[in-house]
């Protein structure tokens, strides 16, 4: 329910004299601890780049800042190519004017704004999905999440891993580049990024061999510093696969509880077993996985996003002219089709053509398209998406089933 003007709203940028201000709406609504963020505010990596936004509620005995929002410039992997997007995080509303639709029109002036950029993307880990989805945001992955007790764990008897320090970190990007493979919806790691996760994830431990590096794990704390939380798990041998294992059970008296959230495929390769006792009844599990939502994406510009996606990629075998047109009830602008062409042998993006087949897609599907979350057999068969015959695998294979990979090390 609204219960304000229109006029009376104003969306913008925050200036810098009006950062302690943003800071303390953030605090007040997520319940944060004013000195201490406050710290972590100044030193963010990203603090320069970031797009601070504010809404501001005109009244008559003055002006109050009521929701803010943080735009992140980030890159995210999509079917193998670097796209550029926002990841939009803090979004609060002040508890006295929430249920009032605030942060609801400062995500649309965003938007707008975005569009103007021509960004790409957004994307967000979501408190409500439904609430996003409604502004055009979709799910576009699940995480596996398994969480076991230490003792659950093999207390492998190998070497100790010991934390990293400065002078680590171009091993560790050397060692992460060469043995860990990026998969669609991984964040692009540029010096940015990287900068990023030593000044936010300070738990960092290295395992080594003979003085070479193997393995390393990176963690941080979940209820009250009682759950281990698994960030990301990277090794290149399996003695270092049980080394990084053997520490994680050493924690036994730290801990109660070891979290992983990464995807199936990354869990089964850890052959977690979850023996401690031996079993009693076939129908207790040794420990459970539950397969949970994650990242949620929206196309902003979307002719940028297709540019970006499929300008230039070979043309599939019975390549047909089609055109895309966006049914975007929040940018309009989106509206226009976008048309597609192959040029030697190389899809071509251009404008609407007036003899070819448009296909219809809210943003929500095209966010699933981009990211290759259902395959588009899969979408045409759940009805979420109309396409001729004529194009259906043409259109699978631009845009395949990409099973996208968005794990805790990517979270912003």
């Known amino acids: 329910m609204r219960w304000w003007r229109t006029e009376s709203l104003e969306a913008r940028h925050i200036r810098d004299e009006e950062l302690e201000w943003f800071l303390r709406v953030l605090c ?3 319940g944060l601890d004013y000195s201490t963020a406050r710290r972590f505010f100044y030193d963010d990596p990203y603090f320069e780049v970031n797009q601070r936004w504010g ?3 005109h009244e008559r005995a003055g002006r109050t800042l009521v929701s ?6 980030l890159q ?3 079917n193998g190519r670097a796209v550029a997007c926002y990841g939009i995080a803090g979004v609060a509303t002040l508890p006295e004017y929430r249920r009032r639709g605030f942060a609801n029109h400062l995500l649309q002036q965003m938007l707008h704004a975005l569009y103007a950029e021509r960004a790409p993307l957004a994307i967000l880990q979501a408190f409500n999905h439904d ?3 409604k502004l055009g945001w979709e799910t576009v992955s699940v995480i596996a999440h398994a969480r076991l007790e230490p003792k659950q764990l093999p207390r492998y008897e190998t070497v100790p891993l010991r934390r990293v320090t400065p002078a680590d970190a171009p091993a560790v990007k050397a060692f992460y580049e060469r043995h860990h493979l990026p998969r669609t919806g991984s964040l692009v790691r540029d010096e940015r990024r990287w900068e990023y996760l030593f000044w936010n994830l300070p738990n960092l431990w290295l395992c080594e061999f003979a003085g070479q590096l193997e ?4 963690y941080d704390f979940l209820d009250s510093g009682w759950t281990l939380r698994v960030r990301e798990l990277v090794w290149s041998t399996e003695r270092a696969r049980r080394a990084l294992l053997g520490w994680l059970a050493a924690n036994e008296e730290s801990v109660r509880h070891v979290e992983f959230q990464m995807s199936l495929e990354q869990l089964a390769s850890l052959r977690l077993m979850g023996w401690h006792l031996p079993p009693s009844e076939p129908t207790q599990p040794m420990y459970s996985v539950q397969i949970v939502p994650n990242l949620m994406a ?6 940028a996003l297709l540019q970006a996606l499929l300008e230039g990629v070979p043309a599939p075998e019975g390549f047909q002219p089609f055109n895309l047109r966006v049914r975007d009830s929040v940018l309009s602008e989106n509206s226009t089709a976008v048309g597609f062409v192959a040029q030697n042998g190389r899809v071509r993006l251009t404008n609407g053509l007036p003899d070819a087949p448009t296909l219809s897609v809210a943003p929500t599907v095209l966010a699933m398209i981009a990211f290759g979350t259902l395959s588009v057999p899969e979408l045409r068969a759940r009805r979420m998406l109309s396409v001729p015959d004529t194009l259906v695998d043409a259109l699978d294979a631009l845009f395949p089933e990409q099973s996208p990979r968005f794990t805790p090390i990517d979270f912003f």
Not at 68 to 73: H, R
């Open 215 to 218: 393995g390393y794990i990176f």
């Open 68 to 73: 803010v929002a943080t735009a992140i410039p």
């Open 28 to 30: 007040t609504s997520f």
């Open 55 to 57: 809404l501001w509620l």
């Open 298 to 303: 929206r196309p902003i510009h979307a002719h």
């Open 76 to 78: 995210i992997l999509l």
């Open 131 to 133: 609430f996003y989805r």
